[in-house]
């Protein structure tokens, strides 16, 4: 079943259950995903959906801080909720250990030596992780094992 399928077919469960946010954070997605279609006039496949996910996945992630600010711990915990929902579509997400052995790797790869080469090591370690690890995550660690 594609993510697409089980998207619908999690969108119909919800609305029975009457299930608000899992209906909503859904809603959110595929109007994402119809949005990237038509503007590229593709038809995205799981991969591209994974894409929107993760970027949305940022997104709450980044008005957490937001909210955590304005110290209003109700959309708090509703955005956490989202991203829960949003983390279920995705592949299972790699721990810090896991991401440091693929930097690891990857350093002695392309012979990376000093902070110069951040962006090379970026560039090589990103497609292995490709929605199963933060960006941000993955920028830090390769910081800390080039400095």
């Known amino acids: 079943m594609s993510i697409k399928e089980k998207l619908m077919e999690d969108l119909k469960r919800s609305?029975?259950?009457?299930d608000t946010i899992r209906k909503n954070t859904?809603?959110?997605?595929?109007?994402?995903?119809k949005q990237?279609?038509?503007?590229?006039?593709?038809?995205?496949?799981?991969?591209?959906?994974?894409e929107i996910?993760?970027?949305?996945?940022?997104?709450?992630?980044?008005?957490?801080?937001?909210?955590?600010?304005?110290?209003r711990q109700d959309l708090v915990e509703q955005t956490e909720k989202e991203m829960e929902i949003l983390l279920e579509y995705l592949p299972k997400q790699l721990t810090e250990d896991e991401?440091?052995?693929?930097?690891?790797?990857?350093?002695?790869?392309?012979?990376?030596?000093?902070m110069k080469d951040i962006g090379m090591v970026m560039k090589s370690v990103m497609p292995k992780v490709k929605g199963r690890a933060d960006g941000n995550t993955v920028n830090r660690i390769v910081r800390e094992m080039l400095s």
Not at 37 to 50: P, T, V
Not at 53 to 71: M, P, R, T, V, W
Not at 101 to 112: Q, R
Request: hydrophobic share 35%.
């Open 53 to 71: 996910i993760s970027k949305q996945l940022k997104e709450k992630k980044n008005a957490i801080e937001d909210f955590k600010k304005g110290q």
């Open 26 to 33: 859904i809603t959110m997605v595929r109007a994402a995903i």
């Open 36 to 50: 990237k279609e038509i503007d590229e006039k593709i038809e995205l496949d799981d991969d591209g959906i994974i």
């Open 99 to 114: 991401i440091k052995e693929i930097v690891s790797e990857t350093i002695k790869e392309v012979n990376a030596t000093s």
């Open 15 to 18: 609305m029975k259950n009457k």
